[in-house]
């Protein structure tokens, strides 16, 4: 490849639907793979007569969105229709927000190897789904309508993504950002969050500079497709350029599909048609006042944003930055360690009983870590045993498993399944002088210093423990067991 | 017996429902005498009800015979014009595009009407999807004129004012918005009322200017628009441009009617009366004069903007229509072409061969209206001459309690007179536009006939929310004439 010093281009656009009951402007259930047509009304099927109303939820959920990206929140707002014939959209017009969207100037941090960085944000606003075309009935299309009306957000970046790594760390950070907020569970396999990036290139060539085409890539649902979309036209693009020097003009911006299978864009329009959306304000629906009250009540819900909190997991309390990740995945599980850690366990020792044994258990029940029946009180507690030395790292691990069917105290626990740990020298002493009598050729391995050495070292341990029926307290008797050996 | 019941009023017949004087059955019965002996000619009804309105009486009938109590329209024949989604029957809006839509829902004065037990007989015919002032436009059915059936009943409403006037139901309703309710009442010599933007619930009412459009009542009299906003207006969470209780609670309308309203002050627009003709002018300012005769006081006033809403509401009306109409595309319920060779086909020519010539017209002007480059010189201009039409409003009735002129320049015109030139038909609205335009409430009151025995219509504009009265100042003007009594000679 010629050597050519190039810049990617990235500015997104993600839909993200709402964690609300009810659709945007009707009161029909939002429901996923439902029967076809099952999911409508008056209202979300465009019959003549009905009239939306606002979903407040929705609204709120959205405020709150734009207020933790930072977002200047407008005072005033309204609805305006957004007209194009299409058969999925039953008025043909989308409810929408055009001049005075909901939330405006934000920021997202993402964290590059290089640190966070910031993202502006262009603006947050509200919008009505169409419905689904379904083309499986021989000669004839068929329109689901049960998603029509769906309430989504849709958040708008400055073209500040300069690689594919950035696009997918953004959407993933966002994806994190809502589900932390409560605002969308952000389910990717059931369509929650939809991507379409815009790309092009900033080309150094000939001592100038020369942007290529901006190319739009259409409804992308998933990490790896947005990931593998915006690297394939960089790609793409400086091929094209080198090719035939083709630069951005105005008209020339083209649209993209993504065949998920062949991992290739698909040309869809050569060329950005004149679309004249002849948007103006809905006339059904009155304008949204965010007076200070509401605002302050919507506001109590905020929260200390994911990328902050890991941040915090991993300056204050010493975890590693791929362990603070984890943690800070899902809201619950953060505060629940953060509860724990403040409730006097140890940071490395919580994170570990959540990272290897909560979360998988959290799994298989289908619910989050603080949802298994542990208060961050009792996991502190286990901890605290296990930093004592009372009980082993595994006897932990069990007694959090115990935990989740008991109320008892781990304490209460450890007696009962007889994990606590002898660490008195003497009881123990004599464990070692038993074994040391009975296994005369291992003590001689072990003293040999040679190869066999570390095994037969091993072999004399696992005898102690063995002996102590897992009781002994490991640290002990190795202490013990090296003064008798006087290696 | 049946002639007599057909002269009541609905409040009279509802009196003598609920006490068990006449039966429902028999005003219902009477009615469809009369539309089986007239409607053919007159042409007010695109659909009725007859065997369901039969048994819905009796039922009726049955409870009152039982001893329980009963609504406020009780067992009376009630007609509704055809842009309202009835769950029965078909809501057609006068258009071939609709004219075998069945909803599945009503519309939240249908509910309402059903609730205060009246007898929905039939709907009627208006000017298609209302656009329009003769009813000419109707796409399904010609209706003329009670008083001369060579000449128009008036529109979009006219149905209703002919069904009213021909004494064919006992009051319908109607929806206007830029006069669809005043104007033939006005031409028909019935009672209209307009009420304020945002009194009566719109959900189920077919959009045309969805900011515009208001439903309301056409009626023998004052009294009995009373009644039936009685029965219809009021807060509905289905409808978020309705007013809640609290910022305009509705009341008793009818509880003070009879109240005259003490130091009564009336605006009048001299320049208005320059473009009415002379018959017309003679009768509403004999009207006006009548009230200083009993004691109120006129006010002349200006309203600088007034002359601006025909320009204005022509723009704002077609750009909310060319989005409201945009779902009736073939696709999903309504009219859809045979000849279609692929989807946009299916769009393009369901909405060729359904819509009729001033639907496709007012579609144009308001496609053009909102395109990008033209929104700011029409559509946000005209929202801006509305503002400035509010203000005038504003202004004048912080000087009076109601201003009064006329409704229409001319009585009922001959059928197919206007329908060449529809610059010429626009015009004719220059007195009922504004009022929509600026919300406020509205009335047509019979005042006068002209030579050739043609009803003349006195409008009487209140100050918003403030129909009760609005309704107050047109009865005191019936309490001294008998314009409002007069009927037709079928
Ligand atoms: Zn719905």
Redesign the interface.
Same mark, same amino acid.
């Given at each position: 490849m010629t050597n050519v010093d190039y810049k990617i281009i990235v500015g997104l656009e993600i839909h993200v639907q709402m964690a609300v009951r009810t659709k945007m402007f009707c009161g029909c259930e939002l429901a996923f793979a439902a029967e076809p047509n099952s999911k409508v009304c008056?209202v979300c099927? &465009? %019959?003549? &007569?009905? %009239? !939306?109303?606002?979903n407040k939820k929705a609204v709120e959920f959205a405020i709150l969105t734009a207020t933790a990206l930072g977002c200047k929140i407008a005072e005033f707002t309204k609805w305006d /229709?957004k007209?194009y014939?299409y058969?999925d959209l039953?008025?043909?017009?989308q409810i929408s927000q055009y001049d005075l969207p909901i939330g405006s100037n934000g920021f997202i941090e993402i964290p590059t190897k290089a640190g966070a960085k910031k993202i502006r944000i262009r603006r947050v606003h509200l919008e009505e789904d169409a419905g689904k075309n379904i083309h499986t009935a021989g000669p004839f299309?068929q329109?689901d309508l049960n998603r029509a009306g769906t309430p989504l957000m849709e958040i708008v970046t400055e073209p500040d993504l300069n690689s594919a790594e950035e696009v997918k760390m953004l959407a993933e950070e966002l994806q994190r950002i809502v589900r932390f907020l409560g605002v969308s569970e952000a389910d990717m396999q059931k369509g929650h969050m939809r991507f379409e990036p815009n790309v092009n290139l900033h080309i150094k060539k000939g001592g100038g500079e020369h942007k290529t085409p901006i190319t739009e890539v259409k409804n992308l649902n998933s990490f790896k497709a947005l990931e593998k979309s915006v690297a394939f036209e960089a790609q793409r693009q400086l091929d094209n350029f080198l090719e035939s020097g083709e630069v951005m003009q105005s008209g020339n911006k083209k649209t993209f599909g993504w065949d998920d299978i062949k991992e290739v864009t698909v040309l869809q329009r050569e060329k950005e048609e004149a679309h004249?959306y /002849?948007?103006?304000p809905d !006339?059904? %629906?009155?304008p949204v006042v965010a007076d200070k009250k509401w605002l302050k009540e919507i506001n109590s819900k905020l929260c200390e944003l994911p990328l902050k909190m890991q941040g915090r997991f991993v300056s204050g309390y010493g975890l590693s930055d791929y362990d603070a990740g984890v943690l800070t995945a899902d809201k619950a599980t953060a505060e629940f360690f953060d509860s724990s850690v403040k409730a006097g366990g140890d940071a490395k020792r919580v994170c570990n009983l959540i990272t290897q044994k909560g979360l998988k258990i959290a799994n298989e029940k289908n619910c989050k870590v603080s949802e298994l029946g542990i208060s961050p009180q009792r996991l502190a507690q286990l901890a605290k045993l296990a930093d004592a030395g009372q009980i082993s790292a595994t006897s932990a691990v069990i007694i959090f498993e115990k935990m989740t069917e008991s109320e008892d105290e781990p304490d209460k626990i450890a007696e009962k399944l007889n994990l606590i740990q002898k660490s008195d020298a003497g009881e123990l002493e004599k464990i070692v002088d038993e074994v040391i009598a009975a296994n005369a050729q291992a003590v001689e391995d072990a003293k040999s210093g040679d190869k066999k050495s570390k095994k037969a070292y091993g072999f004399l341990m696992g005898q102690v423990m063995q002996k102590s029926k897992g009781t002994a307290n490991p640290q002990v008797v190795a202490k013990i067991l090296a003064a008798k050996l006087k290696i | 017996m049946s002639e007599e019941i057909l002269k009541l009023s609905c409040r009279e017949l509802q009196r003598k429902i609920a006490k068990g004087e006449i039966k429902s059955s028999e005003a219902v019965s009477a009615v469809f005498t009369r539309i089986e002996k007239h409607d053919a000619q007159i042409g007010a009804f695109l659909s009725t009800f007859k065997q369901d309105a039969l048994a819905r009486a009796k039922e009726i009938d049955g409870k009152i015979a039982k001893g329980q109590s009963v609504g406020a329209l009780a067992g009376v024949p009630i007609a509704v014009k055809d842009n309202m989604c009835t769950a029965f029957g078909a809501t057609t809006c006068a258009s071939k595009i609709l004219e075998n839509f069945h909803s599945p829902y009503n519309a939240t004065v249908i509910d309402k009407l059903l609730a205060a037990d009246a007898v929905i007989i039939g709907k009627t015919n208006l000017d298609e999807f209302a656009m329009g002032s003769s009813t000419e436009n109707s796409g399904l059915k010609k209706t003329v004129n009670p008083w001369d059936k060579s000449r128009v009943p008036g529109g979009s409403s006219g149905g209703s004012a002919a069904a009213v006037a021909a004494q064919m139901c006992f009051a319908a309703l109607g929806s206007d918005t830029g006069g669809s309710i005043r104007q033939p009442a006005s031409l028909c010599g019935v009672a209209g009322l307009k009420p304020t933007y945002g009194r009566v619930s719109r959900y189920g009412l077919v959009a045309f200017g969805s900011s515009l459009d208001q439903i309301g009542p056409l009626t023998k009299d004052a009294a009995d628009c009373a009644l039936m906003l009685n029965v219809i207006a009021g807060h509905d969470e289905k409808d978020s441009t309705s007013v809640d209780e609290k910022t305009a609670p509705k009341c008793d309308y009818l509880a003070k009617i009879d109240e005259p309203v003490k130091g009564l002050k009336i605006a009048v627009v001299p320049e208005l009366f320059q473009g009415a003709d002379g018959e017309v002018v003679a009768a509403v300012k004999g009207a006006i004069e009548l009230y200083k005769k009993s004691g109120a006081e006129i006010i002349e006033i200006k309203m600088p903007h007034f002359e601006y809403s025909v320009a204005a509401y022509y723009i704002i009306a077609t750009a909310e229509a060319s989005s409201n109409l945009a779902r009736y595309d073939g696709v999903h319920y309504g009219y859809r072409t045979k000849k279609a060779g692929d989807y946009i086909e299916v769009y393009t020519k369901s909405r060729a061969e359904a819509f009729g010539p001033e639907v496709k017209r007012r579609i144009m002007i308001g496609t053009y209206a909102l395109s990008s480059g033209y929104y700011d010189a029409y559509y946000l201009k005209a929202l801006k001459v509305r503002n400035l039409i509010r203000s005038d409003f504003i202004a004048a009735f912080q000087k009076a309690d109601c201003i009064m002129m006329p409704i229409s320049p001319t009585t009922a015109f001959k059928i197919g007179e206007k329908m060449a030139d529809p610059l010429q038909m626009y015009l004719l609205d220059v007195y009922t536009l504004a009022v929509n335009l600026a919300g406020v409430p509205g009335m047509s009151v019979p005042c006068g006939f002209d030579k050739n025995n043609l009803p003349i219509g006195l409008q009487i504009i209140g100050s918003t929310f403030q129909e009760e009265k609005l309704l107050r100042i047109a009865k005191m003007f019936e309490n001294q004439t008998d314009f409002h009594k007069k009927k037709p000679q079928l």
């Open positions: 008056p099927l &465009g %019959l003549p &007569g009905a %009239l !939306p109303v606002m /229709r007209s014939y058969p039953p008025k043909n017009y299309s329109v004249d /002849r948007y103006f !006339p059904d %629906l009155v | -």
